[in-house]
């Protein structure tokens, strides 16, 4: 049974800094996509960024620079450093690992996906 469980989300005023972390049980991390997704209320889930087996990296094109996805395969751990955080940052952000193997999807039937964690920034 895939787990994944997400920690780290909190609150933070504009500017500051959080680090999202999310590890995985009963799941092949190492040969598969990893990724962050986020939903804020009254909008559709989106693409925060995803990593490949290859350490690859995918951004929504307005967060690159300020977040930073990584992996490390050995503790089954994904994690999301997030800088220069902004309140319209503030959502749910979720886990998400790869059904398929090696290769990134985001269509929601394509990932398993965490419980999520809140993250809220205020101004």
């Known amino acids: 049974q895939v787990q994944l469980v997400e920690s780290g989300g909190g609150s933070v005023q504009a500017g500051g800094s959080l680090r999202l972390s999310c590890l995985a049980s009963?799941?092949?991390?190492?040969?598969?996509?990893m990724g962050w997704f986020r939903q804020a209320p009254g909008k559709e889930r989106e693409r925060v960024a995803q990593?490949?087996?290859?350490?690859?990296?995918i951004y929504a094109n307005n967060l690159k620079g300020r977040f930073t996805v990584s992996r490390d395969n050995a503790k089954n751990t994904l994690n999301l450093q997030m800088n220069s955080l902004k309140p319209e940052d503030t959502a749910i952000y979720y886990c998400?690992?790869?059904?398929?193997?090696?290769?990134?999807?985001?269509?929601?039937?394509?990932?398993?996906w965490g419980q999520g964690t809140q993250v809220t920034v205020s101004s």
């Open positions: 998400a690992a790869g059904r398929v193997p090696l290769n990134c999807h985001v269509a929601y039937d394509n990932n398993y």
């Open positions: 009963g799941y092949n991390f190492s040969s598969n996509c």
């Open positions: 990593i490949h087996t290859t350490g690859n990296t």
